[in-house]
């Protein structure tokens, strides 16, 4: 059910709301905490509230979607209140807002924010400077950001780093849960030895190949190298360098990682990138400080930045690395500058010789970054297709329903 | 280095976010072309993988009598999985799960079988890189246990390297009695250490049963409360809306009590009743399970305090039902029950005098499983009795299934000139919203077996322990006879009713 609620107030959509819940039984009880996600008015909001409405089946959740409109129009509050079947689990408010009132969210949110339940603010495209001194960022307990999103992602990464404050999260670590959980699971496995210098390459623009290598800049305590390939292209591979052999993960295609580890045979695994209903359901689930991305943020200056290299090393050329830098990566660390040198070269003569095979690639790395670029667009666009598979499991949970209450 | 001594650099407790992923590993399924085998297990797996839990290079290896090739099981597996799995469909997550699967065909007394199985298990170690860490699934009845894990020795599968691992999982019913849950102890941890035995009580898998602990341990609230001087009595109830459907091969001659309130029935008791863990360790947890089990015994005497019926046919919701008896596959004349009762008390100084009521059975008005709490009346009520006549006793019920989720039940002003107190619930809907995303029970079970973390599965003296509060009870019915009727679709016999009404009390209707 949608109900309209043109030139309005707060209080009147608060009143609706309870007049909603008399007629309509339980609708807002349960909630567990109020998600306020703050856009500008457009296409971008429907793929915040889909992504919103997916992730309240897991945390059932009030969704205030703070949509600023024009600055020039007449102030104006319009709201609209989603509950049933158009909103998931959650129930979800549109307030738009026109003229002077787009930059007084934070006063349109707090009366309709739920008594006692923790508050999450998103900023699903641009967020402010300081997410934590923002009007609406300062009300909320967790206030996720996404570097991805924002027009200079590694500008952006930048900034999160000097504005961080505990609460703060961004997807673009999220997207990497996987990756650190497959990570982790190798080093949990014979032969137990430390990892004496690690590489990790991906997209010139991809924040998370950042946030990765800080992350094991942090932990490992080594030097990382962090080499760039086409912007676009989003995580690439991670080389784990140890005494008897390299771990690696890579993922050339965007989609099918391969973990390959000495004595053991290479094996596949299912790594496509996570969409933003499956991080925000993870964003949800813990609303601690997260100590690890802050860890990770202060690390980021002691990754080592490469020489961006034109094509992604192909897998042979990563194997000859592996190959060649364990005698002299660990033995001494100068020869590390070296080895890498060696990787690129031999990254290039794989590639010129595997020109015509790798060209599809690359010219499907070009495609990838252009939806990357509109990312607004892209995320809309799937999440329309989304929307058109979405009445199947509605449907279900329907027929779920209804067998518990009979 | 060692294990031991080996600390994950990458690991930190503060990093919340990290799931635990099972290390390489592989899953053997005997029985694999059973109901639960389509509908939970491989599910299951499927759910799992999309979830990015299990390994990378995890193998899947069906055994049973048909004549299959690996792509025959690996279509049967898509489809078990496209019509029950709980997570969406994904090709590419799909694409690398079958790329482990293997399919041997054989019987369980054939060794040719087994050593093609052997070989199998080699080969995905080789190509796939499962580290020889395997787990057995014996989804099949415990008659062949003895055969299959002497088959397992035999042909080498159950000898593990250094680092490596290799478990059992079985499934209920441990045995029959005291005595035969002894002989299948002691055929299984032949050839499986007890330390690699997962025996899988779904129940146990839950969420709301995990949050029996939560609800308990977590709050202030509730656990005051929680003892003999607050607490009048409570009903743990499982009820079944169906009949025995195909299951009268497995059914007949076990009976409601031995299938459920031996292994579920008790678990939540336990859980109900025991006393806070010093941890959440696995040691720890199941050290007060013992503790709480050892100390509870049945009620007697059993003509009055228990009761077992058999369902007659008739009209049940909308459909006209056969009688048990007349059910298919039925010996005639059978005196296996389709509804127990039993009273037990915790000899405990926090439980002392309160009664633990458990039921379960088939044909009941409608399926429900929950725990109701029952708490005393307040001790002195300043108002006039007419005022408190619709007053009942306050309660707490932890709805297990369907419908997840805790009710209230308490007092309130009826809004009006008069002082008039009527009983009013109020609601935790744990289930209704969460259901679509919370994983399966056997999700999080597969996962803690291939993880090693045997938490919620019971030890070989929690099984032994349960027979022994049950056995006395089952030898006073199979001296009695036959079991009363019910009609199908009631809450029971006559009998149950009267067993509550001898104190003054009654069921609760779920």
């Known amino acids: ?406 | 280095m060692t294990q031991a001594a080996w600390r994950n650099p990458l690991r930190d407790e503060r990093d919340k976010r990290l799931p635990r992923i099972a290390g390489p590993c592989g899953l053997v399924i005997f029985g694999v072309t059973g109901d639960l085998s389509r509908k939970k297990l491989m599910p299951a797996v499927y759910d799992l993988a999309n979830r990015g839990l299990l390994p990378p290079g995890f193998g899947l290896v069906g055994f049973a009598r048909r004549d299959w090739a690996d792509q025959d099981f690996g279509q049967v597996v898509y489809e078990a999985v496209r019509q029950h799995a709980r997570t969406p469909f994904r090709q590419a997550v799909w694409d690398r799960l079958a790329e482990g699967f293997r399919f041997v065909p054989g019987t369980f007394d054939d060794p040719a079988a087994f050593d093609t199985l052997a070989a199998t298990v080699k080969e995905l170690d080789e190509e796939r890189g499962t580290g020889g860490n395997h787990a057995f699934y014996l989804s099949i009845p415990p008659s062949f246990f003895p055969v299959v894990s002497e088959q397992l020795a035999r042909s080498g599968l159950t000898d593990q390297g250094p680092d490596q691992w290799r478990r059992v999982v079985i499934e209920k019913p441990f045995g029959h009695d005291l005595a035969s849950a002894r002989d299948l102890n002691r055929v299984v941890n032949e050839v499986f250490p007890e330390e690699s035995v997962f025996r899988i009580d779904h129940y146990l898998g839950k969420e709301t049963v995990q949050n029996i602990l939560a609800l308990r341990f977590a709050n202030q609230l509730f656990e005051p409360l929680w003892n003999a001087h607050y607490v009048d009595h409570v009903q743990i109830t499982m009820a079944e809306d169906i009949g025995i459907g195909g299951r009268a091969g497995y059914y007949d001659g076990i009976g409601a009590a031995r299938d459920v309130i031996q292994n579920h029935l008790l678990q939540l008791l336990a859980l109900m009743a025991m006393e806070e863990p010093g941890s959440f360790h696995p040691r720890a947890l199941r050290a007060e399970k013992i503790k709480v089990l050892s100390a509870t015994k049945p009620v007697g005497p059993f003509d009055q305090t228990t009761a077992y019926g058999q369902y007659t046919g008739g009209w049940q919701g909308g459909q006209k039902v056969l009688g048990y008896l007349e059910e298919e596959g039925i010996a005639p004349g059978s005196t296996t029950e389709t509804f127990a009762a039993i009273t037990c008390e915790v000899n405990t100084r926090r439980w002392a005098g309160v009664p633990f009521y458990l039921r379960t059975g088939k044909r009941l008005g409608r399926r429900v499983t929950e725990i109701a709490v029952v708490f005393k009346r307040a001790p002195h009520l300043p108002f006039d009795a007419t005022m408190t006549e619709e007053l009942g006793q306050n309660a707490l019920v932890i709805r297990v299934q369907p419908d997840e989720g805790v009710t209230m039940r308490f007092g309130s002003k009826v809004p009006g000139a008069a002082m008039e107190v009527r009983d009013v619930t109020m609601d935790f809907g744990y289930g209704h919203a969460f259901t679509e995303s919370s994983p399966e029970a056997y999700e999080r079970l597969l996962l803690d077996v291939l993880l090693g973390e045997p938490s919620l599965f019971p030890v070989n003296e929690e099984v032994e322990l349960s027979w022994q509060i049950l056995d006395p009870v089952l030898r006073f019915w199979a001296e009695q006879g036959t079991p009363e009727p019910y009609r199908a679709g009631t809450w029971g016999p006559e009998s149950a009713d009267a067993m509550m009404a001898r104190t003054g009390r009654h069921w609760r209707r779920p």
């Open chain 1, 1 to 406: 059910m949608i109900i309209d609620l043109p030139a309005t107030t707060t209080s009147q959509v608060n009143k609706k709301l309870v007049e909603l819940r008399d007629q309509g039984g339980a609708v807002a009880l349960g909630r567990v905490l109020t998600l306020v996600i703050v856009t500008d008015d457009g296409e971008q909001t429907e793929a915040a509230v889909d992504a919103a409405n997916e992730a309240s089946r897991e945390h059932p959740c009030r969704v205030i979607v703070v949509a600023r409109g024009p600055r020039k129009a007449a102030a104006r509050l319009d709201a609209q209140i989603r509950v049933g079947g158009d909103a998931g689990a959650s129930e979800v408010i549109v307030l738009r807002l026109y003229g002077p009132l787009a930059d007084e969210g934070a006063s349109c949110v707090v009366p309709l924010l739920l008594p006692d339940a923790p508050v999450v603010a998103w900023w699903p495209g641009n967020a402010p400077a300081v997410p934590s001194e923002d009007p609406i960022g300062r009300l909320a307990t967790r206030r996720i950001t996404d570097a991805a999103a924002e027009k200079n992602p590694i500008k952006a990464l930048e900034t999160r780093r000097d504005s961080y404050a505990e609460g703060d999260t961004d997807l673009a670590w999220t997207r990497l849960t996987t990756w650190r959980a497959l990570l982790a699971s190798a080093l949990d496995l014979p032969p137990f030895e430390k990892v004496t210098s690690a590489t990790v390459t991906g997209g010139a623009d991809s924040p998370s190949t950042d946030l990765l290598a800080g992350w094991l800049a942090a932990y490992l305590d080594i030097p990382v190298s962090r080499r760039k390939t086409p912007a676009g292209e989003g995580m690439h591979s991670v080389v784990l360098e140890r005494k008897s052999g390299a771990v690696e993960l890579s993922r050339p295609d965007g989609s099918v990682g391969t973990l390959t580890q000495p004595g053991q045979p290479p094996r596949r695994v299912a790594l496509q990138r996570r969409e933003n209903r499956d991080c925000l359901i993870e964003e949800l689930r813990r609303l601690d400080p997260d100590e690890v991305y802050d860890a990770t943020l202060r690390a980021l200056p002691k990754v080592k930045q490469a020489r961006t290299i034109s094509r992604p090393a192909d897998r042979g050329a990563a194997k000859a690395a592996a190959k060649t830098t364990p005698k002299a990566g660990a033995a001494k660390p100068k020869a590390a500058g070296k080895s890498r040198r060696a990787v690129a070269a031999a990254a290039s003569t794989a590639t010129s010789a595997k020109a015509t095979a790798s060209a599809p690639a690359a010219s499907a790395g070009k495609a990838e970054r252009k939806s990357a670029k509109s990312g607004a667009k892209s995320t809309s666009e799937k999440s329309a297709g989304r929307g058109k598979a979405a009445p199947k499991p509605a449907k279900r949970s329907g027929k779920k329903a209804s067998g518990a209450q009979r």
